[in-house]
C-alpha cells in the first residue's frame, strides 16, 4: 500500500521482523468508522498479507480506547449531497464493499488476531467475528447497531453470530441491539480472551507472535477446515480433513515437528 493511500485512508500496514503484519485502523476522529476509501484499504491489506509469503500472522488492532471500529460511515461527507440510489445499488455496494471486506479476513490464508480495546460495533462487529482469535479489553463492548438505524443487519452479521452464538443467542443480538459487554463476550464464544485495558494490546502480540511462529500450512489449512466444517456435513468435512492432511504431509514443517519430538527439542518452524 503506498504512503498517500495509508495517509488518506487511515489504514497503516507494517510487516514486522517477526513476520507478523500489523494492520492498524488509525480513524479515531472518526470513532474509527470506516469511509469507503479506509474499507477499500483495509481489504487491500487483508488480501496482500495473505499472498505474502513473509507474512505468516495478522494482527489487527485500532487507535484509541474508546473505538475499535464504528463500522460504516453513514453521512455522506460535509457539503455532499447524498447521491440518488438505483435499483441494485444497495446490493452491489454491499458485496463490492463490506462482504469483500469480511471475506478478505476469512479467506486470508494467515491466521488474523484482534485486539479490541474500545466499542465494535454495527459492520465493526462483523470484522471482530470474522478475526481468528480475538483478544478484547474489560472496557470494550460489541453492539450489533443495525436495529437502531433501521438497517438490515448486514456486513456477514447474520451469518457470523449464528454461527459463532447459535441461533437464539443471534436473535437476541439482533433484533434487540443491547451493547454486550467483554465478560458476556467471552462466555458465548464471541472473543478468546478479556485482559485489562493495559494489557490488550500484548496479550495480542504475543498470540499474534505465537502463530507467526507456527506451521504456516497447517494452521491456514485449519483455519480452512474450521470454515467449512461449520457449514457442511461430515461427509464433506471428512474428506476436506483428508486432502488436507495429504498436503501438510509435504511440508518441511511437519518434518520439522517429527524430528523435535524425536529429539525431544523445541520445533523450529520455518512456514513451509
Known amino acids: ?11 497503516h500496514v507494517v510487516v514486522g521482523a517477526d513476520r507478523v503484519c500489523r494492520i492498524t485502523i488509525d480513524r479515531a476522529d472518526t470513532a474509527n468508522a470506516l469511509s469507503p476509501l479506509a474499507r477499500d484499504a483495509l481489504t487491500d491489506a487483508f488480501n496482500a498479507a ?13 487507535t484509541g480506547d474508546r473505538h475499535f471500529c464504528s463500522g460504516a460511515g453513514l453521512a455522506p461527507p460535509s457539503g455532499q449531497a447524498p447521491t440518488e440510489k438505483r435499483p441494485g445499488d444497495i446490493a452491489r455496494m454491499l458485496q463490492k464493499g463490506w462482504q469483500r471486506l469480511i471475506s478478505a479476513v476469512l479467506d486470508c490464508d494467515k491466521p488474523v488476531v484482534a485486539a479490541v480495546r474500545g466499542t465494535a460495533a454495527g459492520a465493526g462487529a462483523s470484522l471482530v467475528l470474522a478475526c481468528d482469535l480475538v483478544v478484547m ?29 447459535g441461533l ?13 459487554d467483554a465478560a458476556t463476550c ?26 507467526a511462529a507456527g506451521p504456516t500450512v497447517m494452521l491456514a489449512l485449519t483455519k480452512r477446515l474450521l470454515s467449512v466444517s461449520s457449514e457442511s456435513g461430515r461427509d464433506r468435512a471428512f ?8 498436503v501438510v504431509s509435504g511440508t518441511a514443517d511437519l518434518q520439522e ?8 527439542r523445541p520445533p523450529k ?3 513451509r
Not at 474428506?239 to 495429504?246: D, K, P, S
Open 1 to 11: 500500500m503506498s504512503e498517500l493511500i495509508e495517509e488518506q485512508s487511515g489504514i
Open 168 to 180: 437464539r443467542k443471534a436473535t437476541e443480538l439482533l433484533m434487540l441491539g443491547e451493547p454486550v
Open 137 to 165: 479489553s474489560t472496557e470494550a463492548k460489541l453492539v450489533e447497531a443495525f436495529v437502531h438505524r433501521g438497517i438490515l443487519p448486514d456486513s456477514g452479521a447474520i451469518h457470523l453470530l449464528t454461527r459463532i452464538v
Open 239 to 246: 474428506e476436506q480433513e483428508a486432502w488436507a492432511q495429504e
Open 269 to 271: 518452524f520455518q512456514g
Open 186 to 211: 467471552e462466555r458465548l464464544g464471541i472473543v478468546n480472551r478479556v485482559v485489562a485495558l493495559s494489557e490488550a494490546d500484548a496479550v495480542a502480540e504475543e498470540l499474534a507472535g505465537r502463530l
Open 50 to 62: 495473505g499472498d505474502d509469503p513473509s507474512v505468516r500472522a495478522v494482527l489487527l488492532r485500532a
Open 257 to 264: 515437528g517429527l524430528n523435535a519430538f524425536a529429539q525431544r
